[in-house]
Protein backbone atom coordinates (compact mmCIF):
# COMPACT_ATOMS: atom_id res chain seq x y z
CA UNK A 1 0.00 0.00 0.00
CA UNK A 2 1.36 3.50 -0.90
CA UNK A 3 -0.52 6.55 0.57
CA UNK A 4 -0.06 9.93 -0.81
CA UNK A 5 -0.89 13.29 1.00
CA UNK A 6 -2.81 15.72 -1.27
CA UNK A 7 -4.02 17.90 1.60
CA UNK A 8 -4.17 17.99 5.02
CA UNK A 9 -5.00 21.88 5.82
CA UNK A 10 -8.01 22.63 7.58
CA UNK A 11 -10.25 24.57 7.81
CA UNK A 12 -9.48 26.10 4.73
CA UNK A 13 -5.95 25.65 2.72
CA UNK A 14 -2.88 27.62 2.69
CA UNK A 15 -1.09 29.09 -0.83
CA UNK A 16 -0.61 26.13 -3.13
CA UNK A 17 -1.81 23.97 0.10
CA UNK A 18 -5.43 21.82 -0.23
CA UNK A 19 -7.75 20.50 2.98
CA UNK A 20 -8.18 16.92 3.65
CA UNK A 21 -7.41 14.17 0.72
CA UNK A 22 -5.66 11.10 0.32
CA UNK A 23 -4.63 8.43 -2.61
CA UNK A 24 -4.66 4.90 -1.61
CA UNK A 25 -2.97 2.67 -3.86
CA UNK A 26 -3.14 -0.58 -3.79
CA UNK A 27 -2.64 -3.67 -6.72
CA UNK A 28 -3.22 -0.50 -9.73
CA UNK A 29 -6.15 0.37 -7.65
CA UNK A 30 -6.59 4.28 -6.65
CA UNK A 31 -8.84 4.95 -4.02
CA UNK A 32 -9.22 8.91 -2.90
CA UNK A 33 -10.09 9.32 0.99
CA UNK A 34 -11.42 12.62 1.43
CA UNK A 35 -11.80 15.48 -1.39
CA UNK A 36 -11.53 18.93 0.03
CA UNK A 37 -10.41 22.23 -1.68
CA UNK A 38 -7.61 21.83 -3.71
CA UNK A 39 -7.29 18.15 -3.51
CA UNK A 40 -8.32 17.29 -7.57
CA UNK A 41 -5.31 19.73 -8.38
CA UNK A 42 -2.97 17.53 -6.48
CA UNK A 43 -4.84 14.23 -7.64
CA UNK A 44 -4.08 15.15 -11.04
CA UNK A 45 -0.35 15.15 -10.66
CA UNK A 46 -0.61 11.06 -10.07
CA UNK A 47 -3.79 9.94 -12.02
CA UNK A 48 -6.58 11.56 -13.90
CA UNK A 49 -9.66 11.77 -11.83
CA UNK A 50 -11.93 9.64 -13.81
CA UNK A 51 -9.20 6.88 -13.54
CA UNK A 52 -10.35 6.22 -9.77
CA UNK A 53 -11.76 2.84 -8.35
CA UNK A 54 -13.44 4.25 -5.28
CA UNK A 55 -14.21 7.34 -3.14
CA UNK A 56 -14.46 7.14 0.65
CA UNK A 57 -15.78 10.42 2.16
CA UNK A 58 -15.54 10.35 5.69
CA UNK A 59 -17.90 12.96 6.64
CA UNK A 60 -19.72 15.93 4.51
CA UNK A 61 -18.21 18.84 6.08
CA UNK A 62 -17.26 21.38 3.62
CA UNK A 63 -13.54 20.73 4.12
CA UNK A 64 -13.51 17.30 3.28
CA UNK A 65 -15.95 17.05 -0.12
CA UNK A 66 -15.34 20.83 -2.03
CA UNK A 67 -13.86 19.62 -4.97
CA UNK A 68 -15.75 16.51 -4.98
CA UNK A 69 -18.31 18.71 -7.06
CA UNK A 70 -15.50 19.39 -9.29
CA UNK A 71 -14.75 15.80 -9.52
CA UNK A 72 -18.11 15.22 -10.71
CA UNK A 73 -17.58 17.30 -13.99
CA UNK A 74 -14.63 15.06 -14.37
CA UNK A 75 -16.22 11.71 -14.38
CA UNK A 76 -18.52 13.71 -17.19
CA UNK A 77 -16.22 14.75 -19.10
CA UNK A 78 -14.28 11.08 -19.00
CA UNK A 79 -17.46 9.00 -20.20
CA UNK A 80 -17.68 11.78 -22.56
CA UNK A 81 -14.40 11.62 -24.40
CA UNK A 82 -14.85 7.70 -23.53
CA UNK A 83 -12.01 7.24 -21.19
CA UNK A 84 -14.40 5.86 -18.78
CA UNK A 85 -17.46 3.40 -18.93
CA UNK A 86 -18.10 2.41 -15.37
CA UNK A 87 -19.59 4.83 -12.88
CA UNK A 88 -17.53 5.24 -9.82
CA UNK A 89 -18.20 3.86 -6.62
CA UNK A 90 -18.49 6.42 -3.53
CA UNK A 91 -19.49 5.68 0.01
CA UNK A 92 -20.11 8.42 2.04
CA UNK A 93 -22.26 9.42 5.19
CA UNK A 94 -26.28 9.50 4.28
CA UNK A 95 -26.43 12.73 6.67
CA UNK A 96 -27.09 15.41 6.49
CA UNK A 97 -28.86 14.03 3.56
CA UNK A 98 -29.34 17.28 1.43
CA UNK A 99 -25.42 17.19 0.97
CA UNK A 100 -25.54 13.17 0.59
CA UNK A 101 -28.24 13.19 -2.36
CA UNK A 102 -25.87 16.31 -3.89
CA UNK A 103 -23.23 13.58 -4.32
CA UNK A 104 -25.21 11.49 -6.83
CA UNK A 105 -24.41 13.15 -10.58
CA UNK A 106 -26.39 11.14 -13.19
CA UNK A 107 -25.33 7.97 -14.21
CA UNK A 108 -21.36 8.68 -13.31
CA UNK A 109 -21.56 7.63 -9.99
CA UNK A 110 -22.96 4.45 -7.67
CA UNK A 111 -23.29 6.08 -4.35
CA UNK A 112 -23.62 3.97 -1.04
CA UNK A 113 -24.13 4.75 2.34
CA UNK A 114 -21.54 4.18 5.07
CA UNK A 115 -22.86 2.54 8.23
CA UNK A 116 -20.92 0.89 11.27
CA UNK A 117 -23.25 -1.92 10.54
CA UNK A 118 -21.10 -3.21 7.42
CA UNK A 119 -17.58 -3.25 6.12
CA UNK A 120 -16.46 -2.83 2.29
CA UNK A 121 -14.68 -5.67 0.49
CA UNK A 122 -13.23 -4.06 -2.28
CA UNK A 123 -10.91 -6.34 -4.47
CA UNK A 124 -8.09 -7.58 -1.61
CA UNK A 125 -8.98 -4.54 0.77
CA UNK A 126 -11.60 -4.88 3.63
CA UNK A 127 -12.60 -1.66 5.17
CA UNK A 128 -14.29 -1.05 7.94
CA UNK A 129 -16.61 2.08 9.32
CA UNK A 130 -16.30 3.45 12.59
CA UNK A 131 -18.38 6.62 13.89
CA UNK A 132 -16.18 8.90 15.58
CA UNK A 133 -16.44 12.00 18.11
CA UNK A 134 -17.67 14.61 15.97
CA UNK A 135 -20.40 17.68 14.76
CA UNK A 136 -22.45 15.48 12.33
CA UNK A 137 -21.65 11.96 11.52
CA UNK A 138 -18.19 10.98 10.87
CA UNK A 139 -16.41 7.98 9.69
CA UNK A 140 -12.89 6.39 10.63
CA UNK A 141 -12.08 4.18 8.56
CA UNK A 142 -9.93 0.52 9.27
CA UNK A 143 -7.97 -0.79 5.86
CA UNK A 144 -6.98 -3.85 5.84
CA UNK A 145 -4.38 -5.33 3.20
CA UNK A 146 -2.37 -8.59 3.18
CA UNK A 147 -1.39 -8.71 6.82
CA UNK A 148 -1.29 -4.52 6.84
CA UNK A 149 -3.83 -1.80 8.90
CA UNK A 150 -4.03 1.52 8.25
CA UNK A 151 -6.58 3.48 10.50
CA UNK A 152 -7.39 6.97 8.88
CA UNK A 153 -9.45 8.70 12.27
CA UNK A 154 -10.72 11.40 10.12
CA UNK A 155 -11.91 14.33 12.12
CA UNK A 156 -12.55 13.39 16.00
CA UNK A 157 -13.08 14.76 19.16
CA UNK A 158 -11.60 13.67 22.46
CA UNK A 159 -14.69 11.29 23.28
CA UNK A 160 -13.42 9.10 19.99
CA UNK A 161 -13.12 5.25 21.52
CA UNK A 162 -10.30 4.36 18.93
CA UNK A 163 -9.44 0.93 20.94
CA UNK A 164 -13.06 -0.92 19.40
CA UNK A 165 -11.23 0.33 15.92
CA UNK A 166 -7.66 -1.10 15.78
CA UNK A 167 -4.77 -2.60 18.25
CA UNK A 168 -1.51 -2.11 16.64
CA UNK A 169 -2.20 -0.18 13.62
CA UNK A 170 1.03 -0.39 10.98
CA UNK A 171 -0.11 3.25 10.03
CA UNK A 172 -2.57 6.07 12.02
CA UNK A 173 -3.65 9.06 10.28
CA UNK A 174 -4.75 10.94 13.44
CA UNK A 175 -5.89 14.74 13.23
CA UNK A 176 -3.96 17.47 15.20
CA UNK A 177 -6.30 20.89 14.96
CA UNK A 178 -4.67 22.43 17.79
CA UNK A 179 -1.81 23.18 20.01
CA UNK A 180 -3.03 21.66 23.69
CA UNK A 181 -2.64 25.09 25.08
CA UNK A 182 -4.84 26.51 22.44
CA UNK A 183 -7.59 23.27 23.29
CA UNK A 184 -10.97 25.38 23.49
CA UNK A 185 -12.82 25.20 26.82
CA UNK A 186 -16.08 22.65 25.63
CA UNK A 187 -14.57 20.24 23.47
CA UNK A 188 -15.37 20.78 19.45
CA UNK A 189 -14.78 17.00 18.07
CA UNK A 190 -11.30 17.78 17.08
CA UNK A 191 -7.90 17.08 18.76
CA UNK A 192 -4.45 18.77 19.90
CA UNK A 193 -1.73 17.26 18.85
CA UNK A 194 -0.71 16.18 22.15
CA UNK A 195 -3.98 14.19 22.20
CA UNK A 196 -3.24 12.38 19.01
CA UNK A 197 -0.30 11.34 19.95
CA UNK A 198 -2.11 9.70 23.39
CA UNK A 199 -4.50 7.98 20.96
CA UNK A 200 -1.31 6.74 18.98
CA UNK A 201 -0.18 4.99 22.32
CA UNK A 202 -3.74 3.91 23.41
CA UNK A 203 -3.57 1.41 20.39
CA UNK A 204 -0.26 1.24 20.02
CA UNK A 205 -0.16 2.65 16.89
CA UNK A 206 3.21 1.75 14.94
CA UNK A 207 3.48 4.98 13.62
CA UNK A 208 1.82 8.35 13.47
CA UNK A 209 1.04 10.91 10.73
CA UNK A 210 -0.93 14.06 11.76
CA UNK A 211 -3.21 16.00 9.86
CA UNK A 212 -6.01 18.38 9.82
CA UNK A 213 -3.51 20.70 10.48
CA UNK A 214 -4.01 24.57 10.55
CA UNK A 215 -2.51 26.49 7.97
CA UNK A 216 -1.05 29.54 9.96
CA UNK A 217 0.03 27.21 12.35
CA UNK A 218 3.81 26.31 12.60
CA UNK A 219 3.56 22.21 12.18
CA UNK A 220 7.18 21.45 13.94
CA UNK A 221 4.98 22.54 17.01
CA UNK A 222 2.44 20.06 16.50
CA UNK A 223 5.50 17.53 15.85
CA UNK A 224 7.07 18.78 18.95
CA UNK A 225 4.18 18.41 21.17
CA UNK A 226 3.24 14.97 19.66
CA UNK A 227 7.19 13.80 20.57
CA UNK A 228 7.04 14.76 23.61
CA UNK A 229 4.33 11.72 24.36
CA UNK A 230 4.59 9.30 21.44
CA UNK A 231 8.37 7.39 20.77
CA UNK A 232 7.43 5.51 17.55
CA UNK A 233 7.80 6.44 13.95
CA UNK A 234 6.31 10.02 13.18
CA UNK A 235 5.11 12.16 10.60
CA UNK A 236 3.59 15.68 10.27
CA UNK A 237 1.16 15.86 7.06
CA UNK A 238 2.82 17.71 3.75
CA UNK A 239 2.09 18.21 0.66
CA UNK A 240 3.34 14.84 -1.66
CA UNK A 241 4.59 12.93 1.66
CA UNK A 242 4.26 9.53 0.63
CA UNK A 243 3.82 6.61 3.21
CA UNK A 244 4.39 3.02 1.90
CA UNK A 245 3.73 -0.11 4.00
Known sequence: MRLTVLGYQSPFPAADGATPGYLLEVEGKRILIDCGSGVLAQLI????????????????????????????????????????????????PSEPKSWFQKLAYRDYIQLESITEEESLEFDNLKISFFLTDHGIPCYAMKIEYDGKVILYGADAGPQTDWTRMASEPDLFICEASFLHQDLPIQPIGHLSARQAALAANQIKAKSLLLTHLYPELDPSL????????????????EMGLEIKL
Open 222 to 237: LKQEAEQVYRRELWIA
Open 45 to 92: KRCKPYDLDLVLLSHLHHDHLSDFFILQYALLMGKQQQKRIKPLSVWA
